[in-house]
């Protein structure tokens, strides 16, 4: 792969083409807004415009509900041969792509494991993908050319590609990263309400559970809706244990003595169970995206 356009000079757009600079290779930079392009080839990230050719690839470095529609309009433009994303939904993009009639040959879905709180491209580094999983999600009726350009994108960018389907990578993302972002967000929503005495004695362990919650309230909104079934559903579960606990602690708080026992083991276990969950991700690459508040 010797050509790349990168369509949103966003977190995610900038950091793969300061990557891709970093590998000798100079992306073309479009964005809506022409001075976030120029300020991400400000910082070397490449050159602003779209290329008198088409190139090899696209990268679709925007939101999940403009997918579609940027596809189709940078197919009918000519961007590039083949086309990937950087989405981290892929059963709705894919099915209103569809619906546009792009052509969904020359297109592979993918979505960077990677992120920081922060977005914009003065938030960008080349190294945001080092050794972070990168997934692929193809359709049955995707080219291998367009699949081969995408793995290629991924290890020049220093990930390690993963190849899913769509339905089952918008499962894993619900449990791993789209239901953890809004559980943060309605822990960091309750501190609206404490006392400026309360928050003083905010330490690590706070900062850290609530750490996601400071992303994109528009971006999330947008990415929550798109794949809104799958977390529900992890929400549901959460929400049947959340409710058990509070009852527990509610009986433990005005039962005599003798019921106690009960309550305590019903958090003991909630606990237990939490560190069992928390070891089974130590020592991997982080799956929570590590900030995905940035990732579109």
Known sequence: MRSVAVVGTGLIGTSIALALRGRGIVPHLL????EAARLAAGLGAGVVGAPRVPVD???????PQHIATVLREQQLRGLAQDFTDVSSVKVRPQREAAELGCDLARFVGG???AGRERSGPLAAR?????????????????????????????ELCGARPVVMET????RAVA??????HLVASLLAARLLNGEESHLELAGQGLRDATRIAAGD????????SSNAAAVAEVLTEVALELNAAVAALRDLAVAPPAHGPTGRAHLNDVLARGVRGRALIQGRTDLSLSGAAAVP
């Open 31 to 34: 964005d809506a807004d022409p």
């Open 57 to 63: 690839l696209a990268v679709l470095a925007v939101p």
């Open 111 to 113: 979505h960077p494991m």
């Open 126 to 154: 080349g190294d945001l993908f080092h050794d972070r999983p990168w997934v692929l999600t193809p359709a049955e009726g995707t080219g291998e050319r367009a699949v081969e350009r995408a793995r290629s994108l991924a």
């Open 167 to 170: 339905a089952r990578h918008d």
């Open 175 to 180: 449990l791993v990263s789209h239901a953890p």
């Open 217 to 224: 309230a528009g971006l999330w909104t947008d990415i929550l």
